[in-house]
């Protein structure tokens, strides 16, 4: 199994404990590039593909784990887009 299916498989179980860096890394593999918005950016972080939806979250912190209803925003995204 790749990390890419070890991630999928992951995130489809909606873990309390699924971090940020698990979901860019996931999100890579889809082919999304992170895009920060401003000198600063904040919190808030765009995910774009050349042919899907764009997915916007708020990164977490301090904690570096993500909120149940971001990992549903995911899901139902890549789930429409037919990407998992």
Known sequence: ?????KLISRLL??????TWDELT???KHLGYRE??????????RRFVHPSAAIITLHKPHP???LKRYAIDQVLNILSQEDML
Do not use: H, W
């Not at 895009?35 to 808030?44: D, I, S």
């Open 63 to 65: 904690q570096n784990v």
């Open 35 to 44: 895009v920060k918005k401003g000198k600063t950016g904040g919190a808030r």
């Open 25 to 27: 890394s996931l999100l």
């Open 13 to 18: 179980q909606r873990p309390k404990d699924f």
């Open 1 to 5: 199994m790749s990390r890419k299916e």
